[in-house]
């Protein structure tokens, strides 16, 4: 069966002007997935990424690393929801002062979205947000050959309605699974026959050990 590798940035720049920007331990995150990813020593024919510069950068710093001649081909599909409209219209805004209490906002905010529907006031509803994610992953399918591997450089928003769609139930996944995923978590689909089928969610053993200091979550 093919694979696909859905990988979450590095981590942004939280609190900051330019939050899309990687901090230097994303970058340091960033490559310490390149070398991860070559120590699997996986081929991969399909390389994806959202168009939002935390995500190109980090693929960027991991492909630098794994050495790689196929080309990447940014896909806005994969792009993150924007949490800052989300917040705005559900929880009236939030200071990025305090990481922790800013993520109990976010998580009241995300659920107000998802109750919302297609009546929601964001820019992007959580339909045509789950829609999205749904064809980004079916085209990504549709692309490979058999038994190929496919990489993608994405966000936790993205990756956690991917694993809830897999699972059936994709409000849970991103309110469930999206507050839990590390920045360069690696979370791995397969894809054959009977579909596509979640293998396994958020790996971030290169971040352990020696590597621990690296572990975040925003």
Not at 149 to 164: E, Q
Not at 182 to 211: C, M, Q, W, Y
Request: a negative charge; aromatic letters at 6%.
């Amino acid at each position: 069966m093919g694979a696909i590798y859905l990988v979450r940035h590095g981590q942004a720049s939280f609190g900051a002007a330019d939050y899309d920007a990687l901090s230097p331990r994303g970058f340091e995150q960033s490559t310490v997935v390149g070398t991860e990813l070559l120590r699997r020593n996986v081929s991969f024919s399909q390389i994806r990424s959202g168009s939002l510069a935390r995500q190109r950068d980090t693929a960027a710093a991991a492909l630098k690393v794994l050495g790689t001649d196929v080309p990447v081909v940014e896909d806005p599909r994969w792009n993150e929801y924007d949490h800052v409209d989300i917040a705005l219209h559900h929880a009236c805004g939030a200071p990025q002062e305090d990481s922790r209490a800013y993520q109990g906002v976010l998580d009241a905010a995300l659920t107000a979205w998802t109750s919302a529907g297609a009546d929601g006031p964001c820019a992007e509803t959580w339909p045509a947000f789950l829609a999205r994610c749904r064809a980004a992953l079916a085209d990504l399918v549709a692309s490979l050959g058999k038994g190929e591997h496919a990489v993608v450089f994405t966000s936790g928003g993205v990756i956690a309605t991917v694993c809830g769609l897999l699972m059936g139930t994709p409000e849970a996944g991103l309110l469930k699974l999206n507050r839990v995923t590390v920045n360069g978590g690696i979370t791995k689909l397969v894809s054959g026959r009977g579909g596509v089928t979640l293998l396994s969610f958020n790996e971030h053993p290169h971040f352990e050990a020696d590597a621990a200091s690296l572990l975040t979550y925003r």
